[in-house]
């Protein structure tokens, strides 16, 4: 007895399972070997929280009305850059420009606040990186968060050049979200620090 091909059961449409592609899981590893290398400056901060008999104390030097401001232009800038991503995929390159523009201003931004802030510090508070064991870990984690900040304004804006010049479409927006994955880690890591810096060692130690 023979079954008519129509009536045999059809197998259930199985969709392949999404996984990472090389260069993903490049980034990934890189952003696990950044969270321990932040994570070793963080504890190392909160280690020698309160170890100085020399001031300024984190409250007495740090202030907080150009840390936020600072702050919501770094975490605008996560918002702004996930927009890019999203035009162009739509292959909208004239959107994706703009919106990457402003990321990039808002970085700028970000630094510009924080070297305001530092120029503060050294000048009026005579808060140095050799002044105590706060001056020391402060700079060093802050400085090195910075850092990372100015590396990502410099990729984002050789990827504006390139999209400028239509070098880069939509088939290239793997690499983009690479991008945005970094700029997102970024935002996170000064999230942690400013909750610890700004929030906690200034109330402990005011």
Known sequence: MTVAASELPVPPDVSPERT??????GM?????????????LIVTYVAFMGSDVVGPTP???LTLPIVIIST????????VIHAAERALERNEPKVFCLFL???IGLGI????????????LIFNKQLTIGRNLFGSTYYTLVGFHAFHVTVGVI??????????????????????RLVGWYW??????????????????????A
Request: charged share 10%.
């Open 72 to 79: 919501l232009c770094l975490l605008s800038s996560s918002v």
């Open 59 to 61: 409250g007495q030097a």
């Open 155 to 176: 990729v984002m804006l050789i990827v504006l050049s390139l999209a400028m010049a239509r070098e880069i479409t939509s088939k290239e927006r793997a690499g983009v």
């Open 28 to 40: 990934a590893c890189f952003l696990l070997s950044e969270v321990a290398f932040f994570s070793t």
């Open 20 to 25: 990472l592609s090389a260069p993903e899981w």
């Open 184 to 205: 997102h880690f970024v935002d996170a890591v000064w999230v942690v620090v400013f909750f610890v810096v700004y929030i906690v060692s200034t109330r402990v130690l």
């Open 101 to 103: 523009a402003i990321t």
């Open 109 to 120: 931004a970000f630094l510009t606040f924080t070297g305001i802030e530092w120029h503060d």
